[in-house]
């Protein structure tokens, strides 16, 4: 089965400590995104990757780090910096071209205390 | 800047239709996409609208009006399970995706 994989699907962390997020896919895309989710807003940009060994921030890039090492991982840490890591982290891939669709992994739910 | 809204949440009864409004103000257009995503799910693809008009897909119809910057969907014969967010989301100029904040579907038997 082609898809995007995520673990956990919970995750739980103390203050002060880095975190990651794992995103594996068996696509064959180029693209990759890492999106954050909050109650009551829409889906916000962290990083995203269009070739191996090469990655962009997004809206949100602050506090967080990416790596694009192979086509199909893109692992998202979560830092220390950080100010309010509590959410439902997404990855998604695509084709890259501008009309295709992104496809999502079921995401993990981060929560800091 | 740029905002895509829609209304937060809508309720309607099973076997009815609704209709789900998107209204966008963006940098440039490259297109618009519609998702589903049930509650602590992934967000999975339903419609893609570049061009003026309706988009028909089995119980799912996508409608898009460029000079309007307004997208609507519409759902028909509702079933329970379609109960979730509706994401609209469009290209910008620069190809980026802009997200709204998604519309809640509540639908009552």
């Known amino acids: 089965d082609g898809g995007i994989t995520q673990s956990p699907k919970y995750l739980f962390r103390k203050e002060g400590q880095n975190v990651t997020l794992s995103c594996e896919q068996n696509?064959?895309?180029?693209?990759m995104y890492w999106y954050r989710q909050d109650p009551g807003q829409g889906l916000r940009l962290i990083y995203y990757?269009?070739?191996?060994?090469?990655?962009q921030k997004g809206d949100i890039a602050e506090g967080y780090s990416v790596s694009r090492e192979k086509k199909e991982s893109f692992p998202l840490t979560v830092t220390s910096a950080q100010k309010n890591p509590t959410a439902f982290y997404l990855c998604?891939?695509?084709?890259?071209?501008?009309?295709?669709?992104?496809?999502f992994g079921p995401g993990t739910r981060l929560t800091v205390t | 800047g740029q905002n895509i809204d829609q209304p937060t949440e809508m309720t309607a009864t099973e076997g009815a239709i609704v209709q789900i409004n998107c209204t966008y103000q963006?940098?440039?257009?490259?297109?618009l996409f519609w998702y589903q995503q049930h509650a602590g799910e992934a967000p999975t693809f339903l419609s893609y609208?570049?061009l003026d008009g309706l988009e028909e897909k089995g119980r799912f119809s996508s409608f898009l009006s460029r000079s309007k910057g307004y997208s609507y969907l519409l759902l028909k014969e509702l079933q329970m399970k379609d109960s979730a967010s509706y994401l609209c989301?469009?290209?910008?100029?620069?190809?980026?995706?802009?997200w709204g904040a998604g519309t809640k579907l509540i639908i009552k038997p």
């Open positions: 989301a469009v290209i910008d100029s620069n190809y980026q995706l802009i």
């Open positions: 998604a891939a695509s084709t890259g071209t501008e009309s295709s669709e992104q496809y």
């Open positions: 990757s269009q070739i191996v060994n090469d990655f």
């Open positions: 696509l064959n895309h180029d693209a």
């Open positions: 963006t940098s440039g257009f490259n297109g």
């Open positions: 609208n570049v």
